[in-house]
């Protein structure tokens, strides 16, 4: 953040995962302790599938619902619970003027429609011949604004009707954080007063699944909490999840009386390119820029680490190294999911701040260590599993 | 040294280099003589067998060799983009842009040739499923890295030494123009003395075409392709797929001056207003576009009277044409009637997540050699949208505002004004 930057809070979250939605059933799930996830559905990949959700609840309009796939819907409703958690959900006057950028994917396949192209083609008289013909009568004409990643922030707008501007942003885990830090540069800077900023992830898709079995990334067989997929046994677990925060101006927030959740200080991003040890150094850099403003004793690290190698390995080398700081990683809990990952920790993290206390390690390997104070700070590093590193700094609204 | 600033008290932001590629050819030199010389690169699809398809004609890229898919060819495009835009500024070193990459880019994914290839090495000689791909998907392992959607702007950050974490954005049809927006934010923030903005698009594919086919917004004047882009006129029938990439340079003011680079043209504002009327279509009543043309034109400091040019969307759908007149025509007033509005994709045809990028280019380009590429296929006009398209001949003008528009599909809209270098 420049000098003279404005300051940039967090006044709503929105969040649904594995563990359910909003920050009770989320702190809740944590403070027990005891992760679970799907081993037999995606067999032998390792899945965090959403909890049941009423989509109705908030996206009322069941043709709203039809024209998107489920990322879209996870999105939607994750974005609609942030707009109420920071009391502006229908009102125009607050929502014409709120900016939104939302990391995406995108891509949602038919999986019926490629498995009847993908068994019939080979044997198909004129092969291209069948797959446009297959495709023209196939496809549902709307699949593809289903598919489409800038579509989430284009239901967005519809159903809540947030329609400043509206940006998507791609990259797998880089997307997040860059969307995050952007949005927040641009109210500190005067930019903007207020944006809602996030994204959503399916992880129950075969589709998915495959892009990243390609290099052999997915946990397979049995979960086990992230720092202990060590040795051969590394990989993430894809997981279902949507997260959304509102952040603002404290001035624009005043004026409209309402409540800070939490304050975000800084969040910082880099990439360098994957050779042995670059992860460490690029999170050791980026912790040089926000080291001045921790306070040792009541901080933590929420780790966005993956339970993929290098990186979580190159990680867990850095976290090391500040030992002082207690550590939990929330994968453990949600499985990985991609481009909403960062954004979701940052609500964790907000969770955390406002209950004053962390919840309980859940690691065999020894990183991460009770933590008995109070909670002011958090740390919340984001690692992506082929590239891009992230930091950020919330602290506890004051 | 002061710094120089625009009239909102901002660093100004000026364009130093610029690069493109299009179907009518790579660089900007050929673009532009064939640009306004009027031609089309607009022609019958080659790349795939287009049986059966009710669109078979494109603007796609077919002079850099096959593409492998749209992922490597949007790379390549861009590349190629890339390095006219820096060569041309001068800016850094080889390998060492001193600034960010904000990329425009079609959403990466794997497409039928690598998912029937997967299913080939399955084995299966009944029914092909998803659980037979991923028996042995880990026998392909660059496809997790060549299919990840940061793919193009990770490995144009590499090649080009952009600074930190390199933004792939979509914001659809208006994509181009949003990475502008970003970088011309980036620097008025001073966050950057610098930044390289891009789109590109490479996406003519047997699935890529059906998806816009199936959603009827594209042209099927198949038999005479060069005509098939008629943006505003009475018989446009639909826009007409392509592909290309645009690339610029943007500095401040003070750091291009500083280091005696050329200034080609100066990002004066930018705009955006998000319309929630409907997935595809716009409201009705035009005023997201309406708003979106003003922003950009506080933005910059203007009024609707400083503008000389328009470079137009204009995708010759019947809806976008007629939705834009509708903004343009309440933001100009009667002013409209005589005020020069062409539309690039006449000849270039609609380049998608790029489009707004290399419309950005040949706005520059315009203010430079004061001169205005055409409308072609201008022969019927629409009687309902009354406006001066250039017709079918470029012109000379003097110019020293203009405005470049970009609607897209989710309700996007950005526009960006843009003008000569400051006397």
């Known amino acids: 953040m420049a000098d003279g930057a404005r300051e940039v809070l967090i006044t709503g979250i929105g969040i649904v995962s594995c563990l359910g939605e909003g920050p009770d059933a989320h702190w809740q799930k944590l403070s027990e302790a005891k992760p679970s996830a799907d081993a037999t559905t995606f067999a032998p990949y390792v899945v965090h599938p959403l909890a049941p959700i009423n989509f109705d609840l908030q996206i009322p309009k069941k043709g709203d619902q039809r024209q998107m796939e489920a990322w879209q819907r996870i999105g939607t409703y994750a974005a609609g619970l942030a707009l109420d958690s920071a009391g502006v959900k229908g009102k125009t006057e607050v929502l014409s003027h709120m900016d939104m950028i939302v990391a995406a994917g995108g891509g949602e396949r038919d999986l019926s429609v490629d498995s009847t192209i993908l068994s019939g083609m080979p044997r198909a008289a004129n092969p291209p011949a069948f797959l446009n013909e297959r495709l023209m009568s196939d496809l549902r004409p709307t699949l593809f604004l289903a598919q489409l990643s800038n579509l989430l922030a ?40 207020i944006a809602l900023v996030g994204g959503a992830h399916n992880g129950e898709r075969p589709d998915l699944i495959m892009l990243y079995e390609f290099a052999g990334l997915m946990l397979k067989d ?136 962390l919840f309980p390690p859940c690691d065999s390997t020894g990183l991460e260590k009770p933590m008995t104070g109070a909670l002011d700070q958090v740390l919340v590093t984001g690692v992506g599993h082929w590239r891009g590193e992230g930091l950020a700094l919330v602290e506890k609204a004051g | 040294m002061a710094s120089t600033r625009d009239k909102l008290g901002r660093p100004i932001v000026v364009v130093t280099g610029v690069g493109v590629v299009t179907s009518l050819g790579a660089g900007k030199a050929d673009n532009w003589a064939r640009l306004t010389g009027g031609q089309s690169g607009i022609h019958a699809i080659t790349r795939f067998p287009t049986e059966g398809l009710k669109t078979r004609i494109a603007g796609s890229v077919d002079f850099l060799g096959e593409p492998e898919n749209t992922a490597a060819h949007s790379e390549r495009m861009a590349d190629l983009a890339a390095e006219e835009a820096i060569a041309q500024s001068g800016i850094g070193r080889l390998g060492d842009f001193p600034g960010p990459l904000f990329l425009a880019v079609p959403p990466i994914e794997m497409e039928w ?32 890295g060549r299919f ?17 974490s390199p933004i792939s954005l979509s914001t659809a049809c208006a994509s181009g123009a949003s990475a502008i927006q970003l970088g011309v934010e980036a620097i008025r923030r001073g966050d950057t003395d610098a930044a390289l903005c891009m789109g590109t698009d490479g996406s003519v594919n047997a699935e890529s075409v059906i998806r816009f086919s199936l959603l009827s917004a594209l042209s099927t004047s198949n038999d005479n392709p060069q005509k098939a882009a008629r943006p505003f006129s009475k018989n446009r029938d639909g826009f007409v797929m392509a592909e290309g990439a645009g690339a610029l340079v943007l500095e401040s003011y003070d750091a291009a001056k500083a280091r005696g680079a050329r200034i080609l043209g100066v990002v004066e504002g930018c705009g955006e207003k998000t319309d929630a009327f409907h997935r595809t279509r716009s409201s009705p009543d035009g005023k997201p576009i309406i708003t979106c043309i003003r922003n950009a034109l506080e933005d910059a400091g203007l009024t609707p009277d400083d503008i000389d040019y328009v470079n137009a969307h204009g995708t010759s759908t ?106």
């Open chain 1, 154 to 193: 284009g239901n967005i707008s519809i159903v809540h009707g947030v329609t400043s501007s509206s940006r998507t942003f791609m990259g797998e885990e880089s997307a997040g954080l860059d969307a995050v830090r952007i949005a927040m540069s641009r109210i500190g800077a005067g930019q903007s007063d």
């Open chain 1, 222 to 357: 049995k979960y086990a909490p992230v720092w202990e997929r060590g040795d051969g046994k590394g990989g993430f677990a894809l997981g279902s999840l949507g997260a959304f925060l509102v952040i603002e101006a404290r001035e624009h927030a005043e004026a409209r009386g309402a409540t800070p959740l939490a304050r975000l200080t800084s969040v910082v991003a880099d990439r360098r390119k994957r050779v042995p040890g670059n992860v460490t150094a690029s999170l050791e850099g980026l912790w040089d820029e926000v080291k001045d403003k921790v306070h040792q004793k009541s901080a933590a690290f929420l780790s966005g680490a993956t339970g993929a190698n290098p990186g979580t390995a190159e990680e867990r080398a850095f976290l090391e190294k500040h030992g002082e700081l207690a550590v939990r990683a929330t994968g453990s809990y949600l499985g990985h999911g991609l481009e909403p990952q960062f954004p979701m920790n940052l609500a964790l993290a907000t969770v955390a701040l406002q209950r004053g206390s």
């Open chain 2, 113 to 144: 040739r690598q998912r029937l290839e997967v299913g080939a090495r399955s084995g299966s000689n009944d029914t092909v499923t998803y659980s037979d791909l991923l028996r042995v998907s880990d026998q392909f392992p660059a496809y997790h």
């Open chain 2, 148 to 164: 990840l959607f940061g793919s193009v702007a990770d490995h144009l950050a590499e090649k080009f030494g952009t600074r930190g």
């Open chain 2, 318 to 423: 019947p809806e976008n044409d007629k939705m834009e007149y509708l903004g343009c025509s309440t933001v100009f007033g009667e002013r409209i009637a005589k005020l020069p509005i062409s539309s690039n994709k006449s000849m270039i045809g609609h380049t998608l997540s790029a489009a707004g990028a290399i419309e950005a280019v040949f706005t520059v380009l315009t203010l430079q050699e004061q001169r205005m590429p055409p409308t072609i296929n201008y022969d019927l006009p629409d009687p309902a949208i009354p406006l001066d398209v250039v017709p079918n001949t470029a012109r000379d003008a003097t110019l020293k505002h203009a405005i470049s528009n970009s609607f897209g599909f989710g309700g996007q809209n950005v526009s960006l004004v843009m003008g000569v270098e400051p006397a």
